[in-house]
């Protein structure tokens, strides 16, 4: 499985301002996912994140609101913007197995809006 | 569009007694995947079913995926408050994945 690491582990930051999240993976992967998960609820995916090419967004997510970016196999940024306390939640990334659909999870980072 | 159910969203049980979460989906599922969230973790892949009727183990838990492929359960034999965490199911449908609410499980020692 990969080992997969998120900066910030956690943030607390002011309505109106931007986050950048920043995934890590220690090997190459095709597809990098983002999730949020506020607390006490189930993972909803925001987006996929292939490498050299557009990020696909869920219903109910926007590349205005949750810009990404993929410059390479490894590495993926996931930008939360114009923030406000709805905002608050973990963020997580993920990325697939070599084999099979199973995703494997980075610690996340919980965002506080104030 | 899919969706996946999971029941109950919470189970307390004694530590010794068995646990079980089910999850029912909309549609017909690809494969169904699980994790176990422990408190402040993140979600960790636990096993992927593939096959119609397919049951797997590992230790005390037993995944079973359904006939038709539609549901699925997870059972743990005699927990232990190490077994303590969220118990999320993936259903895989068309190369859409969707998780299911969870099931929160307390272990009493």
């Known amino acids: 499985s990969a080992v997969i690491s998120q900066k910030p582990s956690r943030d607390i930051c002011q309505r109106g301002t931007s986050l950048t999240i920043q995934c890590q993976v220690d090997s190459q992967v095709t597809m990098m996912f983002w999730y949020r998960q506020q607390p006490g609820q189930s993972l909803t995916l925001i987006a996929t994140a292939n490498q050299g090419s557009e990020a696909t967004y869920e219903s109910g997510f926007v590349i205005d609101k949750f810009p990404i970016s993929r410059p390479n196999l490894t590495f993926s940024t996931l930008t939360v913007s114009n923030m406000s306390p709805e905002d608050s939640s973990i963020y997580l990334c993920s990325v697939e197995g070599d084999s099979s659909y199973e995703q494997y999870f980075g610690p996340g980072t919980r965002l506080t809006v104030t | 569009g899919q969706q996946v159910m999971q029941i109950p969203q919470y189970q307390h049980v004694q530590e010794g007694e068995d646990f079980t979460t089910y999850c029912n989906s909309s549609?017909?599922?690809?494969?169904i995947q699980w994790y176990k969230q422990r408190p402040g973790g993140h979600p960790v892949f636990l096993i992927q079913l593939v096959k119609s009727g397919e049951v797997k183990k590992q230790k005390r838990l037993t995944f079973q995926f359904g006939e038709a492929k539609k549901n699925s359960s997870l059972h743990i034999t005699a927990t232990q408050t190490t077994d303590v965490g969220t118990y999320f199911c993936?259903?895989?449908?068309?190369?859409?994945?969707?998780f299911g609410a969870g099931t929160r499980l307390t272990v009493k020692p």
């Open positions: 993936a259903g895989l449908n068309n190369n859409d994945m969707r």
């Open positions: 549609t017909t599922l690809s494969n």
